[in-house]
């Protein structure tokens, strides 16, 4: 005998935003940058500005504006624990556009620090060079062996770019414009309190630059162009949400 469950309209409703509510909490921080460097939503404080970086009205992806970097030493930070995720799933989704193809090495976000391989991060590195533009990469405790890349896209200089890169249930995922393009079994933990006790410091978090220590010193690296709608996630994402984060910012499907 088959059981069928009706569920009132109001009850799907209900189960509907307790979703919606319950994804909420997972949202650490969103940074629209479309007046300031202020959260758009979750719990972390605004980012720091360093250098000449500046909100430009004149390109975003969905309106408003964006971070707009020159590579000469610009960049966003924060201190803010709430990044400091250790052994649970997370994801970082954000758009960027680049400004030139010259520099070698561009850090994208990120959090930790390659001194104590500690943290997650994606950038833009032509030192180990896929093709002649290099690779867009994205490492978890600096790890190179166990880090997930693809080429870097021919238009980044004429369009912006979304990348997701996230830990979910042990495997690294690499998501370029809602497409899949690299993933990496058997990623480990990391002991945050031993490695920042190692490095003597505690790591912050990059918008646009890497290693950026807890004070605002030890920044290497720089991005030049612009980054926009930068999202972080205390848990993995569906590809349902990665494709709604790139065609509606938003994680409803």
Request: glycine fraction near 10%; charge should be negative.
């Amino acid at each position: 005998m088959k059981t069928v469950v009706a569920l009132l309209p109001g009850t799907l409703l209900a189960l509907c935003f307790f979703a919606l509510e319950s994804r909420a909490a997972d949202i650490i921080a969103h940074y629209s940058f479309d007046k300031d460097f202020s959260a758009a939503s979750g719990a972390t404080g605004p980012l720091n500005a360093v250098g000449d970086a500046a909100i430009s009205n004149s390109e975003s992806v969905f309106g408003g504006g964006a971070l707009l970097l020159d590579g000469d030493k610009d960049y966003a930070w924060s201190p803010d624990p709430g990044f400091r995720m250790n052994q649970e799933d997370f994801a970082v989704s954000f758009w960027y556009k680049r400004n030139r193809a010259d520099n070698i090495f561009e850090p994208l976000v990120g959090w930790g620090n390659s001194v104590a391989n500690n943290g997650y991060a994606v950038r833009l590195n032509k030192s180990a060079v896929k093709n002649e533009r290099g690779i867009l990469e994205g490492l978890l405790n600096d790890n190179p062996e166990k880090s997930v890349t693809a080429s870097q896209p021919d238009n980044q200089e004429d369009a912006f770019q979304h990348v997701v890169l996230q830990r979910k249930a042990g495997v690294l995922e690499l998501y370029l414009n809602g497409e899949l393009v690299g993933s990496e079994p058997g990623v480990g933990d990391w002991d945050l309190a031993e490695n920042e006790k190692k490095a003597g410091f505690h790591f912050a978090f990059d918008v646009g630059a890497c290693n950026t220590h807890e004070d605002g010193t030890g920044t290497v690296g720089a991005f030049s162009g612009l980054i926009d709608e930068v999202w972080v996630f205390r848990s993995a994402l569906s590809p349902e949400e990665v494709k709604a984060l790139k065609e509606k910012n938003e994680l409803q499907k």
